[in-house]
């Protein structure tokens, strides 16, 4: 019993890393004093161990899978966000070149008094599109960090709520073994 006990502890260390870790060393202290407590009757300690580790192990499986959802549930939002603003990236991209592709043909030119005028008016038209093109892009980023933002704190309160939920059960459970171990075993 103490060996699948000591088993226990350690799916908790090793599995339980998103488990903020001064709750993680909390449980397992608990854990520890109860199984290094002297206890009279084994066939009482072997069922409680028996009835409670399944329960708990329930309980971490669950925190697990909450977690994982909400991973899972901020990269789906994060991709689409992203594919959103495609169109809008490209289309800066494209006008960002463009500008740049009219500026060198001005270097191209053999003649100096062509390339004097041919930087003068590409220069004139190529920065009120820039200008544009600044604008739209400031936009799409401030309006891009605003949906990431929120994204990221849903996905915080989504693990916030499984981490509660976890808490709440975990400690019930320690409760409950306890009590058992103590053999209030019709309490429980
Ligand atoms: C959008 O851009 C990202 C990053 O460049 C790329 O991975 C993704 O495939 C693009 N999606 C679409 C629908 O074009
Ligand atoms: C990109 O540019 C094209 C052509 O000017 C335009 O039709 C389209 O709406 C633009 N897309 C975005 C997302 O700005
Ligand atoms: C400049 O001229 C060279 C040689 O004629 C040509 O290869 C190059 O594409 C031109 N560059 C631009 C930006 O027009």
Redesign the pocket.
């Known amino acids: 019993m103490l060996f699948k006990a000591l088993s226990f502890l350690l799916v908790i260390s090793s599995v339980l890393a998103e488990v903020p870790s001064e709750a993680r060393l909390n449980t397992e202290r608990v854990l520890l004093d109860m199984m290094l407590m002297p206890r009279g009757d084994p066939a009482v300690d072997s069922y409680c161990w028996g009835r409670y580790t399944p329960i708990m192990k329930e309980i971490i499986d669950v925190f697990e899978a909450e977690s994982k959802q909400c991973q899972t549930d901020f990269d789906l939002s994060n991709i689409a966000i992203?594919?959103k603003y495609?169109g809008t990236?490209v289309n800066i991209t494209a006008t960002a070149k463009a500008s740049c592709t009219a500026l060198k043909q001005c270097d191209n030119l053999t003649d100096q008094l062509e390339s004097f005028n041919c930087f003068g008016t590409t220069g004139r038209d190529q920065s009120q599109k820039l200008t544009v093109m600044s604008g739209e892009s400031l936009a799409a980023a401030i309006s891009l960090d605003e949906e990431i933002r929120s994204i990221t704190t849903i996905q915080s309160l989504c693990t916030e709520r499984a981490y509660t939920r976890y808490s709440n059960d975990n400690s019930q459970a320690l409760k409950d073994l306890t009590e058992c171990l103590n053999g209030n075993i019709a309490a429980v």
């Open positions: 992203i594919e495609n990236r």
